[in-house]
């Protein structure tokens, strides 16, 4: 058998391409089928290896890289398992367009009939769950295909790309050595300004227009910013839209849809004109509302063509718009009317005060946002009632410090999402804001937490229910089933990885528990008890 630390191999070319491509963090879980890379992987100055404790964890924690950094996460797995533990993580990628390359090993001989240990068709599951698959046949050029899967994942709409990584052609000589490299995408200058004309007429035509700002916006902040600074034009956003533009600006009114906020949704109702930017309208922003654009024009501006819901379809790049637009200095008259009754609005809300024994999650969050707000951290939460309420009561003002699951709404995203985000910006405060029930689906990151001295902040919201899911039980169904849970004692759990852990039952103790987890060097938990039927 040919010695394989003394040919050049697949594996040896797969690790200097990711290098050469500026990969610096991997996250994964070693098996039979990768450990050519793994030994490969164990040579590279560059790259850091995070050893993780489930697959699907890998992913999430990629996906809070990715997010966090505005690069391209990368993951590895072995094959079988190792890859179908990763699905809910790739989905997750997907609905979000969180730009990752999942590394999966396949077994040699995948082709062959009869049964193979650890061989699952890995195209065939994968298809439905991400934008592309590439599978390396022994033809092939392996820094090519990895060239091209980043390129795939990262331009246009973003998302996760897996390469399917056979173990014998990892393991073979690598004899492609004059292929061309895959040339850096650019986005193309493309002259909007027939379209610019249509939307300049929709908008003077108007005398209510709102901004609303989805995910797709990311890498538009700025321009938004300026935009919205020479338009004053009210800004709503979606959930994955939060942070992209100034939370605390006076034009901002929050988030819309089923868990928005009451200024957003009204300002929506009254509008004429939508200016919808980087936004699917999901059903979770639209509330399954077919009169959604009924008494107003929507104009979308994002990077996949929308559904009919609108009055003019823009495919483009909203940074390459908003761009041309600031371009055309008699875009709009800024409505002085309409201004003063989105003030009004805001003004109008008054807190609900509930009375009850037991501390509030509204009440806990907004003054975690008032005692981080120092630090600006970024926040990454798992799915739930804290999710909302989280995107309600912080102030982000900044891209890249809000990430959640949106599209599809995972539970167990938080934590390890929170490791990858700490990874890509060490520099900064990293919260887990999560609830009792997802905490306990992928807590065994703590461990991960824990081998890597990661010092993430994971503030749980104990009120012993799957809260969300109560509450619709409530609404909908006039009682709640099996959603009542039994949880074990956070703090001893903290114990049992040596990590610091503090209970909190009572507002006076709630910030010296604050304080003590953000001065303390590691990984800490705040594990507070709050009401169990709190309603958002």
């Keep these: 058998m040919t010695n394989l630390l003394q040919i050049k191999t697949s594996a040896s070319v797969l690790v200097k391409t990711l290098s050469s491509l500026g990969v610096d963090s991997i996250f994964g879980y070693p098996g039979a089928s990768v450990l050519s890379i793994y030994n490969e992987l164990s040579k ?158 929709l908008l003077n035509a108007s005398k209510r227009p709102l901004i609303l700002i989805g995910g797709g916006c990311i890498d538009a902040s700025a321009e938004i910013e300026q935009f919205v600074s020479v338009l004053q034009i009210p800004v709503v956003s979606t959930l994955m839209g939060i942070g992209i533009y100034p939370s605390e600006n006076n034009l901002y009114l929050g988030m819309i849809g089923l868990n928005g906020v009451e200024p957003a949704n009204e300002a929506l109702k009254q509008c004429d004109l939508l200016i919808a930017l980087g936004t699917a309208f999901s059903d979770r922003s639209t509330c399954k509302n077919n009169d959604f654009t009924k008494n107003r024009k929507v104009v979308s501006i994002n990077i996949c063509r929308n559904s009919g819901m609108s009055e003019l379809n823009i495919t483009a790049d909203v940074k390459c718009f908003i761009e041309q637009c600031l371009e055309n200095k008699k875009l709009f008259v800024p409505q002085e009317k309409w201004r003063m009754e989105v003030d009004v609005l805001k003004e109008n809300i008054i807190p609900l005060e509930k009375k009850s024994n037991f501390l509030q999650s509204s009440y806990v969050l907004e ?77 065994q990151e703590l461990a991960t937490c824990r081998e890597h001295h990661i010092p993430v902040k994971i503030i749980i919201m104990n009120n012993s229910y799957l809260g969300m899911v109560r509450q619709m039980q409530e609404k909908f169904y006039n009682n709640c089933y099996q959603v009542e849970m039994t949880n074990p004692d956070f703090t001893k759990i903290a114990e049992a990885y040596d990590l610091f852990a503090v209970r909190v039952r009572t507002k006076e103790e709630l910030i010296p528990a604050l304080e003590k987890a953000i001065r303390h060097q590691g990984t800490a938990i705040v594990d507070i008890v709050i009401d169990s039927f709190e309603n958002i």
């Design 44 to 201: 590279a100055d560059t790259i850091k290896h995070y050893l993780v404790r489930h697959e699907q964890a890998a992913v999430h924690a990629a996906e809070g890289y990715a997010r966090a950094s505005g690069k391209t996460g990368v993951v590895l797995v072995t094959s079988g398992p190792g890859f179908t533990n990763t699905i809910t993580g790739i989905a997750n990628a997907y609905a979000d367009s969180t730009p990752l390359v999942i590394l999966a090993g396949d077994v040699a001989g995948a082709d062959k009939k009869g049964k193979i240990f650890q061989s699952v068709d890995i195209q065939a599951i994968a298809g439905s769950c991400c934008k592309k698959t590439f599978k390396l046949n022994p033809q092939d050029d392996i820094a090519q295909i990895i060239q091209e899967a980043f390129k795939e994942a990262s331009t246009g709409v973003k998302g996760p790309v897996v390469v399917i990584l056979p173990r014998n052609i990892l393991e073979d000589e690598y004899r492609n050595e004059n292929r061309a490299s895959i040339p850096a995408a650019k986005i193309s200058k493309k002259d909007f300004s027939v379209e610019l004309k249509e939307f300049t007429n």
């Design 367 to 443: 003054t975690l946002s008032e005692y981080t707000r120092y630090y600006e951290p970024v926040v990454v939460t798992d799915v739930g009632q804290h999710q909302m309420l989280t995107a309600e009561f912080f102030n982000f003002n900044k891209p890249r410090k809000f990430i959640t699951s949106g599209g599809l709404g995972t539970m167990g995203f938080g934590l390890p999402a929170a490791i990858g985000a700490y990874l890509a910006k060490p520099e900064n405060l990293v919260l887990n804001i999560t609830g009792d029930g997802s905490f306990q689906m992928n807590l």
